[in-house]
């Protein structure tokens, strides 16, 4: 994982002209869109608008048309998902993709740790991973169910389970999938509080989102895409104030 | 009777390191091969034609076979694991039926379909093992070790790696895990361990032929697997000892009719795993459904 330091609110991720096409249907159609160092980008749109295909794209899950993503000044589209996640760009899935026949603790362990060896590690640096899932458990409010499968977890434990693992990783930047959708108020109030602090930790975070209420208040930043286009990229009020998108995202209610 | 008794015991050794080896793949890393048989008989051929040509010790035998194997199971694992799971079971049955043919034809190598006699037994500094009582200490140790190995590789982050790729492999390399390389390291490992059970097997009986290496010993190796629970420690060798015992304990049971014993034997042995199946999916040693 590289170290390149990138002053806060500077570009850490570009997306150019990004293209995709399922069929004739253009999913991600000529996307532009800067992911910046520290902060929060909400990336918001009707169901179907290309949101996770763009993610797709990014992490290598899918091959892009044409177009680039440059990473820290370097071209990485095209290349293979468990690279570019090594470069420090790791995700969550919609349909979270968890381990599931594996306790909470292997989930997690099993997110630090790529190598294919066992790697030598000292017991301090042992101790420090520990240390860091245990931090996790904690924040995730998953420390009890530690040794559960989860597969056996409710549903808010297994979106926690999906946030716990990317937490203990050292990725630079998350992408999360619908991270939010479903929770209830307390669930939704500590998943809050893990996005700030971890913001404020210096992680750069993108969310997707299709219901804009509900991210309203932690995003520094606002993509609308809509059938594949990115319609707005900019402020939160600036977006939330623009009666075109609104109409698109409200639906022609008036 | 002794004689007997050893001679299963040592057939349950051999076919446990087989079953132990091929759970190692199915029951950890999800990939379900139907060629375990073809790296049994790579190992049974390569050790008996190093012991005959080469030298007896068993220490050169047995590392030569899982070399051989290793290698072989390289050529299947390289394409094939790239896409998805179910290319693995049809590329491996092509190799199964690829590869009894060759057992069958290069006669230099394997005897054709005669196979090869008189394969020296093991021998360890010098020392020559053929009686089953003394093999069966031979076996049985062999067979403690590759399950030591194996559950050292299931519990370390490498067996962590394959849970998590079986669980999903899209989500495995979304966190850096190159799953490619780590379920072909998985497929060679299991390969190379079969060997041993083929390099054991070959000193053991002294002789050898194909007809041991073909599809259905395949099959019955997966049956073991299943049978007694995928992904457990003990389910294989439950498995094994179980498919092993069963055919012979049937033809004891005197109420039966001597003349229609084959048949009988047949449809019992079957309806026995359709009902196991049906009321332990799971396996004799994997959790029950629903639990
Ligand atoms: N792998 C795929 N193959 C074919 N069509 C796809 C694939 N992935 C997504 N799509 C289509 O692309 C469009 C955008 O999907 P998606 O990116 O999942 O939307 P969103 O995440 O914004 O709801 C949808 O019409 C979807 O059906
Ligand atoms: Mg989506």
Redesign the interface.
């Known amino acids: 994982m590289t170290s390149t330091t990138i002053a806060h609110g500077e570009p850490l991720l570009q997306v150019r002209n990004l293209d995709k096409s399922f069929g004739g249907m253009k999913a991600v159609d000529d996307v532009t869109l800067d992911l910046r160092a520290g902060i929060v980008t909400t990336l918001v749109g009707p169901n179907g608008a290309g949101k996770t295909t763009l993610f797709n794209l990014i992490t290598g899950n899918l091959a892009r048309d044409s177009g680039e993503v440059e990473w820290l000044g370097q071209d990485i589209a095209g290349g293979k998902p468990h690279l570019i996640a090594r470069r420090g760009i790791m995700r969550t899935y919609q349909d979270l993709r968890l381990f599931d026949s594996m306790s909470v603790w292997d989930n997690i362990m099993s997110a630090t740790e790529y190598g294919l060896l066992p790697m030598p590690m000292s017991s301090a640096a042992r101790h420090r991973r520990k240390e860091r899932i245990e931090e996790v458990l904690e924040r995730t409010g998953l420390s009890d169910k530690r040794d559960t499968r989860a597969l056996d977890l409710a549903y808010a434990e297994r979106k926690f389970l999906s946030m716990a693992r990317i937490m203990a990783t050292e990725a630079r930047l998350w992408l999360l999938d619908e991270p939010a959708s479903g929770l209830d108020p307390n669930s939704y109030e500590r998943f809050l509080k893990i996005l700030r602090d971890d913001r404020e930790a210096g992680t750069t975070i993108c969310i997707i989102e299709h219901n804009l209420d509900i991210v309203i208040g932690i995003s520094d930043r606002i993509a609308f895409l809509d059938r594949g286009r990115l319609l707005a990229d900019a402020e939160p009020d600036t977006v939330l104030n623009d009666p075109e998108l609104a109409k698109i995202y409200f639906g022609d209610q008036s | 009777m002794e004689a007997y008794i050893f001679n299963l015991l040592n057939l349950i050794a051999i076919y446990g390191i087989l079953a132990v080896s091929l759970n190692f793949i199915i029951g950890y890393a999800g990939i379900y091969s139907l060629a375990h048989a073809v790296f049994f008989g790579l190992g049974a051929y390569t050790s008996a034609w190093v012991g005959l040509n080469v030298t007896p010790s068993t220490f050169v035998t047995i590392p030569a076979a899982m070399l051989v194997a290793a290698i072989v199971s390289l050529v299947l694992a390289l394409p094939a694991l790239r896409v998805r799971g179910e290319y693995f079971v049809a590329a491996s049955l092509g190799l199964q039926v690829i590869a009894v043919t060759v057992f069958s034809e290069w006669k230099s190598f394997t005897g054709g379909i005669g196979g090869v006699l008189a394969i020296p037994p093991v021998n360890l500094f010098g020392a020559e093992i053929y009686q089953p009582r003394e093999f069966a200490i031979v076996s049985v140790i062999a067979l403690l070790i590759v399950i030591a190995i194996t559950l050292a590789l299931v519990r370390?982050?490498?067996g962590?790696?394959l849970?998590?790729i079986?669980?999903?492999e899209?989500?495995?390399?979304?966190?850096?895990?190159?799953?490619p390389?780590?379920k072909t390291?998985a497929v060679v490992i299991s390969a190379a361990l079969a060997a041993v059970a083929g390099a054991l097997y070959a000193s053991f009986i002294s002789f050898i032929n194909v007809e041991s290496f073909m599809l259905d010993t395949s099959v019955l190796l997966m049956a073991m697997v299943i049978i007694g629970g995928t992904?457990t420690f003990l389910g294989p060798l439950v498995g094994a000892a179980l498919l092993l015992i069963l055919p012979s304990a049937i033809s004891y049971l005197s109420f039966l009719p001597q003349t229609e014993i084959g048949a009988l034997q047949q449809i019992i042995y079957g309806l026995g795993m359709t009902l196991l199946m049906i009321f332990r999916p799971g396996g004799i040693v994997g959790r029950r459904s629903g639990t």
């Open positions: 370390s982050s490498f962590r790696n849970r998590a079986r669980d999903s899209s989500a495995a390399a979304s966190f850096g895990k190159n799953v390389l780590i390291v992904g």
